[in-house]
């Protein structure tokens, strides 16, 4: 029989679970639900089910990258128990960054990844075995996560807050913001008080202000330019922590990078272009997952892998 790895990458808003061959072939790709456990509570039943059809694979190794893994206590056991529950195999549970950092890097020398989805959070390693991890970030929409979708969206609410008030003026971005959710003035407190998944919802406005910015929205403009400014900053206090000089090395990852303006903000406040990730973040978790089953994940797999991906 084949054997396979099996890598996993979620977040707040979603899972993608792959199973590859030795051969960096893709064999299963399927893409989820996110299992964040502070949102959803069915996060670990939602996991077992994920698990059954690549379960049924000859898997050497599976890695897992989850969020909020390694960040709580409690919650990092549970997700290792039910990791170590679903699979057959040697598994390894990492935070869902560390892995969007591997495919980025995949090995080569130190750098900084920046992770800007739902979330976000720095992490940077000079690469090197043994070598420290560094996180920057990531302390969740309550105090943290400057410069998320979830972040970004957060600032639309309040620019049209504001403005439906007469306290400041984004006319464009309110009436932008009103006809995307089909909402009336009256009914944008009780859309946002009454959601579900309030964070995963409120990420998912990120997309309108990036096409309201392209389309030259000055407002939106101005969300997107902070939030550049607030992800530059991770990367530079990680850089600096790793105890090196000069610009920092950096890719990314994340649903925010999908508007090109992003990754020149954060490049003009660095001084470095980004690094063009080498796999992405689910890549990094069967990179990993290569390694842990003994493999030689080469030059030439890791082509093979980015290009079936």
Not at 41 to 60: C, D, E, I, R, T
Request: aromatic share 6%.
């Amino acid at each position: 029989m084949i054997d396979c790895v099996l890598g996993l990458d979620s977040g707040g808003s979603k899972t993608r679970v792959a199973v590859a061959d030795r051969q960096g072939r893709v064999l299963h790709l399927e893409v989820a639900a996110g299992l964040d456990p502070t949102a959803n509570p069915q996060w670990s039943a939602q996991l077992h089910a994920l698990m059954q059809v690549p379960a049924k694979w000859p898997l050497a190794a599976a890695v897992l990258g989850l969020p909020l893994h390694g960040e709580l206590a409690e919650c990092s056991i549970a997700q290792r128990d039910a990791a170590q529950q679903a699979l057959p195999c040697p598994v390894v549970v990492e935070n869902d960054v560390r892995i969007a950092f591997d495919g980025a890097f995949a090995g080569q020398g130190a750098g900084v990844l920046i992770l800007a989805g739902t979330g976000s959070m720095a992490w940077a390693s000079r690469n090197e075995p043994g070598a420290e991890q560094v996180r920057v970030g990531g302390w969740g929409d309550v105090f943290g996560d400057e410069g998320s979708a979830y972040w970004i969206g957060c600032q639309a609410l309040i620019l049209a807050s504001r403005s439906l008030d007469g306290r400041d003026a984004y006319p464009a971005l309110t009436r932008a913001l009103l006809d995307h959710l089909g909402l009336a003035a009256e009914q944008l407190a009780g859309w946002v008080y009454g959601l579900a998944n309030r964070r995963a919802e409120i990420a998912a406005l990120a997309e309108g202000v990036s096409a309201w910015a392209m389309a030259g929205d000055p407002a939106a403009i101005r969300v997107l330019d902070e939030a550049a400014a607030h992800l530059a900053e991770h990367i530079t206090a990680a850089w600096s922590r790793l105890g090196l000089s000069g610009p920092a090395t950096w890719s990314y990852a994340g649903g925010v990078f999908a508007n090109p303006q992003m990754i020149d903000g954060i490049s003009r406040r660095i001084g470095r272009a980004a690094c063009t990730p080498r796999l992405p973040p689910i890549g990094g978790a069967l990179w990993r997952a290569a390694h842990l089953a003994g493999w030689n994940p080469d030059q030439h797999w890791i082509e093979q892998l980015s290009h079936n991906l």
